[in-house]
């Protein structure tokens, strides 16, 4: 344990020591630790580096049958602004350790864990997307935007946390400023791969819901639910998910911290957890072509 959490402190402090200079205003509103998307756009050429870790508890895996605590180290995310209102994302984990409570049936999939069958580790899934803000913020009508991608196969099933699966997804968002508190959320689709069912998905209801309340300028309260909803009786690896988070971020030293408290809305979330993190843009990183 001592080792991962040298290994979580070195990853999220790792932007710091290039970054002491940046200035503290934001090109756009920071998204960490939330998992919800706001429509707006970082600006173009702007390259936004995120990084950070997450300690969950108590989670049951549907594909391998264990329960166990998560630890993902090396939680990271890069936005790239293209153009005024187009930014693409990558996200994913560099790794992930499952501390082993036990297990609730026999794995779907045989199983290759660690050296010690009370623990296992693999890469987490990256998902690649675009984000694309259709029309901006009036008096009375909301920001409107959408976000679609794919998450690729990267984990390894027989390591007994992730699905190996391909899964593409659609949102479209909305964000509305009121009485300076951000409210904003997404409604959309996603098609999962069932990763225990040969040509066999589910189709998937993604919804968020999340606020931004800036306490002072460099201080801000966050809060938010999101997850999936199965429109049909869910294939094994294709559950639902729903979590709520409620947490801070500040800026300090030239960066953006973030921190909060994760909390379990269905059966198959982590039930309770930690996240940290911090974030980083490097202005003017490119020449984005804009006509």
Request: hydrophobic letters at 40%; proline letters at 5%; aromatic letters at 8%.
């Amino acid at each position: 344990m001592l080792q991962r959490l040298i290994l979580a402190a070195f990853v999220t402090l790792a932007l710091a020591s290039a970054a002491y200079a940046q200035d503290a205003d934001a090109e756009s509103p920071q998204a960490r630790p939330l998992i919800t998307e706001d429509v707006e756009i970082i600006r173009p050429g702007t390259i936004r580096l995120q990084a950070g870790i997450a300690f969950q508890q108590d989670q049951d895996f549907s594909i391998s049958g264990l329960n166990g605590e998560i630890t993902k180290i090396g939680d990271i995310g890069i936005r790239i602004g293209v153009s005024p209102n187009v930014e693409l994302q990558i996200d994913g984990t560099v790794q992930q350790f499952l501390s082993i409570n036990n297990s609730f049936r026999d794995p779907f999939v045989p199983l290759e864990l660690g050296a010690k069958s009370s623990d296992s580790q693999d890469v987490g899934d990256f998902t690649i997307a675009t984000k694309i803000k259709i029309r901006n913020e009036t008096k009375r009508l909301p920001a409107l935007g959408v976000r679609f991608g794919f998450e690729l196969p990267n984990t390894n099933q027989v390591r007994g946390i992730g699905t190996n699966s391909t899964n593409v997804f659609a949102d479209v968002l909305v964000a509305k400023t009121i009485s300076g508190i951000r409210i904003f959320g997404s409604i959309g689709i996603g098609i999962l791969e069932s990763p225990a069912q040969t040509f066999a998905q589910n189709d998937v209801l993604r919804y968020a819901v999340a606020f931004r309340y800036p306490v002072t300028p460099r201080f801000r309260v966050v809060g938010e639910v999101n997850g999936r909803h199965s429109t049909r009786s869910a294939p094994i690896g294709t559950e639902d998910l729903s979590e709520a988070r409620v947490g801070v971020q500040f800026d300090a030293a030239g960066l953006k911290w973030d921190a909060a408290a994760t909390f379990g809305l269905t059966r198959w979330s982590p039930q309770t957890g930690l996240v940290f993190g911090v974030t980083y843009d490097i202005k003017d990183g490119f020449d984005p072509v804009l006509k």
